[in-house]
């Protein structure tokens, strides 16, 4: 029997469910204390593909250090950029198509790294099969949300909850 790739959202949020301020940064993420690596080792085992959007990339892009998903294969969709550059290619059309092809390729998981925009679409399309959510220990009151008032009701299983210092880490499966 042939497994079927898994889409993984692997991504930290506050307490009330933002995943970076307003410009993209994640200052308030980093500066938590956390036991270990989080399980990030553990996901990178498991994957050999990342999506995510146009505006996580360019975040990704600017840190102070050589681009960490350089050895998988890079999906990003945007409406502004095209083609291809060095570590990725631009899509920019049907996300519930383009993600069901891609998991019907051979191949490991696929982690799907955000932003937040391309997380309500995901959530739209039903396309998100496992979350793992580390929670940190802070309410942001605003920034880019994970979450917004779209009417979708989707049921997950919870696998599996981690205190990690200061991190609540969790684990769901798609029922």
Request: glycine share 10%; charged share 25%.
């Given at each position: 029997?042939?497994?079927?790739?898994?889409?993984?959202?692997?991504?930290?949020?506050?307490?009330?469910?933002?995943?970076?301020?307003?410009?993209?940064?994640?200052?308030?993420?980093?500066?938590?204390?956390?036991?270990?690596?989080?399980?990030?080792?553990?996901?990178?085992?498991?994957?050999?593909?990342?999506?995510?959007?146009?505006?996580?990339?360019?975040?990704?892009?600017?840190?102070?250090?050589?681009?960490?998903?350089?050895?998988?294969?890079?999906?990003?969709?945007?409406?502004?950029?095209?083609?291809?550059?060095?570590?990725?290619?631009f899509i920019d059309g049907d996300i519930k198509a383009f993600i069901q092809e891609l998991k019907q390729q051979p191949g490991k998981d696929i982690w799907?790294?955000?932003?937040?925009?391309?997380?309500?679409?995901?959530?739209?399309?039903?396309?998100?099969?496992?979350?793992?959510?580390?929670?940190?220990?802070?309410?942001?009151?605003?920034?880019?949300?994970?979450?917004?008032?779209?009417?979708?009701?989707?049921?997950?299983?919870?696998?599996?909850?981690?205190?990690?210092?200061?991190?609540?880490?969790?684990?769901?499966?798609?029922?």
């Amino acid at each position: 029997m042939e497994k079927h790739r898994k889409i993984i959202l692997y991504i930290g949020t506050s307490i009330d469910g933002y995943i970076a301020n307003n410009d993209g940064t994640l200052e308030w993420l980093e500066t938590t204390e956390v036991e270990g690596d989080s399980g990030y080792n553990t996901l990178l085992e498991r994957i050999d593909t990342v999506v995510m959007g146009k505006g996580t990339y360019d975040v990704v892009r600017g840190f102070d250090m050589d681009y960490p998903y350089r050895t998988y294969k890079n999906y990003v969709f945007s409406k502004s950029a095209t083609g291809s550059d060095e570590y990725a290619t631009f899509i920019d059309g049907d996300i519930k198509a383009f993600i069901q092809e891609l998991k019907q390729q051979p191949g490991k998981d696929i982690w799907f790294i955000g932003g937040g925009n391309l997380a309500r679409e995901f959530f739209k399309e039903n396309l998100i099969d496992e979350f793992q959510l580390a929670i940190a220990p802070i309410v942001l009151g605003k920034g880019i949300s994970l979450y917004t008032g779209d009417d979708i009701t989707q049921k997950y299983t919870l696998t599996k909850v981690e205190k990690l210092s200061q991190l609540a880490m969790l684990h769901y499966v798609k029922k």
